[in-house]
């Protein structure tokens, strides 16, 4: 949910010539908010707002009529309570949100193999060897949209564009539900029109410095005298964002390297010391990474947890297996007894993570303890094929049906 300036009164259309536009940025519209709908149609064209519903809870997604009145992400839930009283509020849920996002960008990558994903709504493709079996970039851009819409039940926004930069700054004016191409030709006019901090790396304390010094547009920062600011944000900065300003972006798509390890953190709406209920989250977290490990057919040697205390104060715990697994409840057991080992610290729990590290392809071979009858490993592989045909929610642990959640989800590779 991106809070980056849009000019509303900007173009929507800067031309038709695609040629060299290449690099396409697919951003999803609300994508924790539709995922919701998704999964939950009654809640489908009504006001949401996803978050910790907690003291502490924070936006993380919203409806575009919600985000009209000025809720954004990383606002308080408070005051976004305040200015959408009629809106529904409901918490992120760990992995539904992964398992769209992977079904989303496994169509991106029968476009092109150049797919650098940004975070678990958003990635950048670079489709210049795709032209001749799929045609001009737009093109793609359609075709990109019409399959998400088709095969997963979201909305994409696409920007396409020379570079990065550009292409990424043009999805977001392409919201809702749009497509904005800027040709290679208009890029200055398009970005001169916009306002500083719609710059790619512009954050809120550049802007700040930028416009108190008169730098309100990217026009304005284009032709701001170098040296004067180099003296404001350094060197470094100050030509890269210059270059931006012009429309000059050298970055090209990457490709990440695999991962080396898969994992989940949960902050709580409120300091938790119930020790039952931190195991339970453990245990969840442990089911949801070791799917990620299945269906990346990886497997992990090492499990470590990750405790932030109320003050604060964070600590690591790792325990090396005596054989790498992909399995959800070997994986619980090595965080359970890492987490009782180093207990409640004073005040409470704030966060909670578990990773599994130190990872192998299981096609090098996993080692099978003599008394394992394989029924486990089975039992949670069917709950992956479970969960593919009918959704998350139609299959789970008995330990982990009917929890409330009170927590924002962060995850990540």
Known sequence: MSKSPRLKSAKRNWGSDDTDCNILHVDMDSFFALVEARVNPSLAGRPLIVGGRGNRGVVTSATYDVRALGVHAGMPMARARRLAPHAIVVPGRRGVYSEFSRRVMDILHTITPQVEKLSIDEAFLDVSGSIRRLGRPVSIAHLIRQRVRDEVGLIASVGVANVKSVAKIASSHAKPDGLLLIPKDRTVDFLHCLPVGAIWGVGGRTQEILERNGIETVQDLAHYPLTRLDKLLGVASSRRLHELAWGNDPR??????????????????????????????????????????????????????????????????????????????????????????????????????????????????????????????????????????????????????????????????
């Open 252 to 413: 090209k798509v990457v490709v990440r390297t695999p991962e080396k390890s898969f994992g989940t953190e949960t902050t709580f709406g409120e300091d938790i010391s119930d020790a039952n209920y931190l195991e339970h989250v453990l245990l969840e977290q442990a089911h949801e990474t070791a799917k990620r490990l299945r269906k990346a057919d990886m497997v992990g040697w090492t499990i470590a947890i990750k405790v932030r205390a109320a003050d604060f104060h964070t600590v690591t715990r790792s325990v090396t297996l005596p054989g790498p697994t992909d399995i959800g409840i070997e994986i619980a057991h090595a965080a359970h007894d890492l987490f009782r080992a180093y207990g409640i610290p004073s005040g409470g729990v704030r966060l909670i993570g578990l990773r599994v590290e130190n990872l192998q392809d299981r096609s090098q071979g996993v080692a099978v303890a003599l008394d394992d009858d394989g029924r486990i490993s089975t039992a949670e592989r069917t709950m992956d094929a479970v969960h593919t045909k009918f959704g998350l929610d139609s299959l789970r642990p008995a330990s982990l049906i009917n929890r409330t959640d009170n927590e924002d989800v962060e995850e990540d590779g």
